[in-house]
Every structure is written in C-alpha cells, then in structure tokens.
C-alpha cells in the first residue's frame, strides 16, 4: 500500500516561503495523482492543488492561485508543493494525498493520506 510523508512545514513571516514535500513509499508513485489538502482548526479540510500522475495537469484552489506551485519528481517518488507569498490565512495542517485517476477536489475521493505537517504564517 501506497504511503506518503509529508515534510516542509514550519513558521514563516508573511510573504515568505515554504516549500513542502511528499514521499511516497510502497508503490510507484507515478501511478497516482496526488493532491495537496489543508486543515485550519475548525475549519474543514479544503483542497489547495491536484498534480496529474503524468505532471502534465495541474490544479489550484482560488485562494492559492499565482502564489503557489506544485511540481513532481516520479524517479525520486516526490512531489512538492512551492508556496510563495504567505499569508496569514493559509496557516493550516498541510496533508498529500493520493488518486488513482484523475485529479479531485473532494478529499472522499483520496486513498491514502499522510500525517501532516504544520504551516504557520505569522509575524
């Protein structure tokens, strides 16, 4: 079974920049779309970008559009989430996660998961 770390996270001061990585393990992860997920306490979990197995498609929420990159190495099992000009607002638990198929936005849609790592954008 597929499983992914997650690693990256940290405090940061608005505007800076962070850059989180997923590792798979268990399986190729060139099979899988993975998705970038985060979770602000009482909040629920919304999506923030989708990367295609391929890398060729891409996606990102609104919120995070022109700031923040996604990108993915298959031969080192990793994809990575580039996050530029924090903002308070995205300080959240960010989570990867894995498709087989097509790029969602509903995390229901999504196998596996890893724990999380914590992003903290303050000043």
């Known amino acids: 079974q597929l499983q992914l770390v997650e690693s990256g996270g940290g405090l940061v001061q608005p505007g800076g920049s962070l850059r989180l990585s997923c590792v798979a393990s268990?399986?190729?992860?060139?099979?899988?779309?993975i998705g970038w997920f985060r979770q602000a306490p009482g909040k629920e979990r919304e999506g923030v970008s989708c990367i295609s197995s391929s890398g060729r498609s891409t996606s990102f929420a609104d919120s995070v559009k022109g700031r923040f990159t996604v990108s993915r190495d298959n031969a080192k099992n990793t994809v990575y989430l580039q996050m530029n000009n924090l903002k308070p607002e995205d300080t959240a638990v960010y989570y990867c996660?894995?498709?087989?198929?097509?790029?969602?936005?509903?995390?229901?849609?999504?196998?596996?998961w890893g724990q999380g790592t914590q992003v903290t954008v303050s000043s």
């Open positions: 996660a894995s498709l087989s198929g097509y790029c969602s936005g509903s995390p229901a849609a999504f196998n596996s």
């Open positions: 268990g399986f190729p992860l060139d099979y899988y779309a």
